[in-house]
């Protein structure tokens, strides 16, 4: 397993450099942005066969937010200030004073890369529509029945059991955020359960979990999103 995301590594590709997580202290920013980030080919109701970057590029010529957005975007994963849109001979591209360059043919793996890096599921489209309605009334049932827990509480929570600082915890990425606070979720979950386990007439009861215990940050909202509340699979339904 890669490293990279907890000690907050950039990736680094030809053309672009180096492409860095989202820190704390960007994230309300950075999210001003996201959802330029979700536009997908998928979400086109034509598909004439141009990259994403192309059809971006042409929705932003008649809006300009659009590409303001872009520019923002690729200052704050490059952690630069100079990104500004090019054209030339029909071709369009993004670029900064550095050398920096984000055009057609890296964007898509781009776009990948800021995803994962910040803990983004990009939102699944399906061609059914009812298949679409069903999935996102699972998922937002699922929203409303868990816990609402939001950066905020991670963060205090997270300063209140370690004792770091507001300062420190705002050069955090996500992933070392939501690292640190679910393994805090897992050891307090661990005290907890040591304390019943003590007991004689618990014990037999208890089975102690592993505060170690691998942290899946990228679980697909979407498993299991077709199966009833009985375990049968309902994707058959919708065909």
Do not use: C
């Amino acid at each position: 397993m890669s490293l990279l995301n907890i000690f907050q590594k950039p990736r680094e590709f030809e053309y672009i450099g180096k492409i860095y997580p989202i820190q704390m202290k960007d994230w309300d920013e950075f999210e001003d942005y996201v959802q330029i980030l979700m536009l997908s080919n998928a979400q086109f109701e034509v598909d004439d066969g141009s990259p994403l970057f192309r059809k971006l590029v042409a929705i932003g010529s008649q809006n300009n937010d659009l590409i303001f957005g872009l520019q923002n975007l690729f200052n704050l994963v490059t952690r630069t200030t100079t990104f500004t849109i090019k054209f030339e001979n029909g071709d369009y591209w993004f670029s900064n004073d550095k050398g920096q360059i984000v055009n057609e043919f890296n964007y898509d793996e781009l776009r990948k890369v800021i995803l994962h890096q910040n803990l983004l599921i990009e939102p699944k489209i399906f061609k059914n529509k009812l298949m679409q309605e069903w999935a996102d009334k699972v998922l937002k049932a699922r929203q409303k029945d868990s816990a609402n827990v939001t950066l905020e509480d991670m963060i205090t929570s997270v300063a209140a059991l370690s004792g770091k600082d507001y300062e420190k915890l705002s050069t955090y990425s996500i992933y070392q955020l939501k690292s640190e606070f679910y393994r805090w979720q897992h050891i307090k979950s661990f005290d907890a359960m040591s304390n019943l386990y003590g007991n004689p007439y618990a014990a037999s009861e208890v089975k102690l979990p592993q505060f170690a215990e691998y942290l899946d940050l990228y679980a697909d909202p979407y498993k299991d999103v077709f199966k009833s509340d009985k375990g049968m699979n309902i994707t058959q339904a919708f065909k």
